[in-house]
């Protein structure tokens, strides 16, 4: 237990239930546990973690289903790892009766563990309900784990009236990140001296990356906020100057997160209408809404069509002069720009929905909620002028357009 919660700071109540859960080696333990989250929030290390420090290792299974494809190969390691046999399966029925023989060998728990378990659905779409029920059809001392991203409320719909034990990993607080991140300072750095620095950049990326992108960019960002130091440009204990000289380094690793982001959305075959969602968010955050009506009615796509002159070119530091924000917006609203910029085709409403929740898990929208309102959405967009700039290049959407109109009202 200690050892976990000082490698896991934030998570002592997770890993305390984890464990009363599991008990001793030979009782029972709960015949299904649902451990859910957003990514990067320390679901699969610590399960990882704690059954490699407390179990033996022919007692649990541990699969992430990022990397299997056929079923037989999904059944066939589970019973390998628990076994430490080789075993052929083919179906569902010949995996049950050898798990449990296979459980029948001794007393003690065994584990069925998935990694991003919404995955099993591309096998089949019974498959989870059937694992579910594994303990109770076998009679064997048998617990199934699930750890995924997806919210039970989605996630019950492949269960049916089956209820795991649920264990839900929240958002970490910026201390606990803090100390997290001042776990990588190099040995031979003053432990003070690298705390300033990831506190900055942690503040500075909160809105807009998980945990995981941030062990990402720390390091390259490290040596460059150490290297006017380094070149005696800048003392050491002068940090406004260091961050100075930091920041345009801290806006490019932006950008390039954003696009790796976006192009990992593209991949997966984002259609067109998002990026003109993601383009609507844009403009909601920075655009005041009493400009809304002139903007984005019918009457101004006349004027915008009849009027003849010279559009101005913005570059980020101008439009940062004129334009305050991000700006929190509602989601109604978001969609009411998007429905007036996007007028190929009618995108139903749910699409639309499921969509700014991508957005969401991507950190390309930060959800707020209002404070005198906690029944509304609101969403802020988190990329830079530039790279929407770029955005509205690619599918030949006239952003300057909007933003030229509203700069001069």
């Not at 139903?348 to 957005?359: A, C, D, H, R, V």
């Amino acid at each position: 237990m200690n050892e976990l919660v000082e490698e896991f700071p934030g998570r002592s109540r997770q890993i305390e239930t984890l464990i009363n859960w599991f008990g001793e080696p030979t009782e029972k333990t709960p015949h299904s546990i649902f451990i859910h989250g957003n990514r990067a929030l320390g679901k699969t290390e610590i399960i990882k973690k704690l059954f490699e420090i407390g179990f033996p290792k022919h007692n649990y299974s541990f699969l992430n289903c990022k990397i299997y494809f056929q079923l037989d190969d999904l059944f066939e390691v589970s019973l390998n790892l628990l076994s430490g046999k080789k075993h052929k399966c083919k179906n569902f029925d010949e995996f049950a009766t050898t798990l449990q023989d296979i459980c029948e060998t001794s007393d003690e728990t065994r584990y069925l563990i998935f990694d991003n378990a919404e995955l099993l659905w591309n096998f089949s779409q019974t498959l989870v309900s059937a694992l579910l029920t594994l303990p109770q059809w076998t009679g064997a001392n048998l617990c199934i784990i699930f750890i995924t991203q997806v919210p039970w409320e989605k996630f019950r719909r492949y269960v049916g009236m089956i209820e795991p034990f649920q264990l839900y990993f929240p958002e970490y607080s910026r201390s606990d990140v803090i100390q997290i991140l001042e776990k990588t300072c190099p040995k031979d750095e003053d432990v003070e001296f690298y705390s300033s620095f990831v506190t900055y950049i942690y503040d500075v990326f909160s809105d807009s990356c998980d945990l995981i992108d941030l062990f990402r960019v720390i390091p390259d960002l490290y040596i460059k906020f150490i290297q006017p130091q380094n070149e005696e440009r800048v003392s050491r204990n002068d940090y406004s100057l260091l961050f100075n000289e930091l920041n345009p380094h801290v806006e490019l690793a932006l950008d390039n997160l954003y696009s790796q982001n976006i192009t990992s959305l593209i991949e997966n075959q984002l259609p067109t209408w998002s990026l003109y969602l993601l383009i609507a968010a844009f403009l909601a955050s920075y655009i005041p809404q009493s400009l809304d009506k002139h903007l984005f009615s019918k009457e101004h796509e006349k004027q915008k069509h009849s009027r003849k002159r010279r559009k101005k070119e913005f570059n980020a530091l101008k439009f940062n002069e004129q334009f305050t924000g991000p700006q929190t917006s509602e989601m109604e609203r978001i969609i009411a720009i998007f429905q007036s910029i996007y007028q190929d085709s009618i995108i139903p409403y749910i699409l639309l929905l499921q969509q700014l929740e991508t957005f969401v898990s991507y950190h390309l929208f930060t959800r707020t909620t209002p404070v005198e309102r906690k029944d509304v959405q609101s969403f802020r967009c988190n990329l830079s002028f530039n790279y929407i700039k770029q955005i509205s290049k690619s599918i030949n959407f006239d952003i300057l357009r909007y933003l030229d109109d509203s700069s001069t009202m």
